[in-house]
């Protein structure tokens, strides 16, 4: 049941007893990153970030209650468990580059301009805090395909006081989480969510369900923080790799922690298939980030702008164009191919290609 914003401090008092079962932590205080004052904070934390009062437009949350709901909402799915033909893959990439810098968050700060902490911004070029589904949507993107205009957002990295940015069209690949890969559809327009929570200890990084390869660079692999040394070689970037949850409740594109409405896939008894919870029964891409920054040698000084390494998260907020989404998501995802960003698999090239030169839908 959706709560009235009438009724916020029950909900805030709910939120905090539901965080300290679940091993959430709530702070009393918290320090802004970017002027070091300290903030008061009167609430439980959500995704690492300060609860505040929601500022969304009318059009996305008029009641300001934290749920926005799908309309329509997909209602009567089954989550699948059924086993399809095998396939080794059945994913496609979106190369997105770094686009600006700026302490926003649409999702978790709306309209709260410089609230965050310092994001790294890829895709939409217009993303900051005020970006709606109706905002982002059809606007320039630095994606190789011009109908993604979804906007991808990460902490900032930085050595020492310079900000370090990766370089060229980051891998963001979009695959399926559960078995039945024939079962996934594509996003609905303006899901958003959060990947991970910057307040989050190392433990809690390396056992977080997303968790992939961790951090990386040269022979030194799943560190659950930043390396202290990197190899000096010109061959040698700073990796990290990431998972989002790929279930979804079907019924709203963000809930009060950015999180509820998404769900990893869990085991079939019995099994090692993964399929959708019965909370969660709509299978979406799995979004995986695979970020590298030009960073190594003396690594003492690396940090994000949310702190240590395992502080690490990233949000997803969907703008793509339908009709080239739901190609994408059908030849590649659902037809069991390995595709690059025009939905073009090497290894299968009698299948053929989803997009054209321009990464444009004929």
Same mark, same amino acid.
Not at 22 to 44: E, K
Not at 166 to 182: F, H, L, N, R, S
Not at 227 to 247: I, K, T, Y
């Given at each position: ?13 709910? %939120? ?6 679940? !091993? ?10 970017? +002027? ?21 437009? /009318? ?15 997909? @209602? ?10 095998? /396939? ?8 997105? &580059? ?15 301009? !410089?609230?965050?902490?310092?994001? @790294? ?13 109706? &905002?982002?949507?059809?606007?320039? %993107? ?40 024939? &079962? ?16 989050? &200890? ?26 202290? +040394?990197?190899? +000096?070689? #010109? ?27 998404? /769900? ?29 920054? #030009? ?45 690059? @960003? ?21």
């Amino acid at each position: 049941m959706r709560s009235s914003p009438k009724r916020l401090p029950a909900l805030l008092v709910g %939120t905090a007893l539901i965080a300290s079962v679940l !091993g959430i932590g709530t702070m009393a205080s918290a320090a802004d990153t970017h +002027s070091g004052t300290p903030a008061v904070v009167a609430a439980a934390t959500h995704s690492g970030h300060t609860m505040a009062a929601s500022t969304r437009a /009318a059009s996305e949350d008029a009641d300001a209650d934290g749920y926005i709901p799908a309309v329509p909402q997909v @209602t009567g799915v089954t989550p699948s468990d059924r086993t399809p033909p095998p /396939a080794y893959h059945h994913e496609f990439q979106a190369g997105c &580059s770094v686009t600006h810098t700026a302490p926003d968050d649409p999702i978790v700060y709306p309209g709260q301009f !410089g609230r965050s902490h310092d994001h @790294t911004f890829m895709g939409n070029t217009t993303t900051n805090a005020a970006s709606t589904t109706a &905002s982002l949507s059809g606007k320039s %993107t630095t994606c190789k395909a011009p109908a993604d205009a979804s906007a991808y957002w990460m902490p900032s990295l930085y050595k020492g006081d310079q900000k370090i940015l990766p370089t060229g069209p980051q891998v963001i690949y979009y695959k399926a989480g559960v078995t039945d890969y024939t &079962s996934v559809r594509p996003f609905p327009k303006g899901l958003r969510f959060v990947v991970g929570d910057p307040m989050q &200890s190392a433990e809690q990084f390396r056992a977080h369900k997303g968790f992939v390869e961790g951090w990386e660079c040269g022979d030194s692999f799943f560190n659950t923080d930043i390396p202290a +040394s990197c190899p +000096s070689r #010109p061959d040698v970037q700073l990796n990290l790799r990431m998972q989002a949850p790929s279930c979804w409740d079907g019924k709203y594109l963000d809930t009060p922690d950015h999180k509820s409405h998404m /769900a990893y896939p869990v085991v079939k008894p019995g099994t090692n298939d993964n399929m959708c919870p019965t909370s969660h029964p709509v299978a979406l891409p799995m979004i995986e980030f695979k970020m590298a920054w #030009p960073v190594n040698g003396d690594m003492s000084q690396v940090r994000l702008a949310s702190g240590r390494g395992y502080s690490f998260h990233y949000d997803f907020f969907n703008a793509w164009e339908d009709r080239t989404l739901k190609a994408m998501v059908d030849h590649c995802i659902v037809g069991g191919l390995q595709c690059d @960003t025009r939905g073009f698999d090497l290894y299968r090239p009698e299948r053929g290609t989803v997009l054209n030169a321009d990464h444009r839908l004929p």
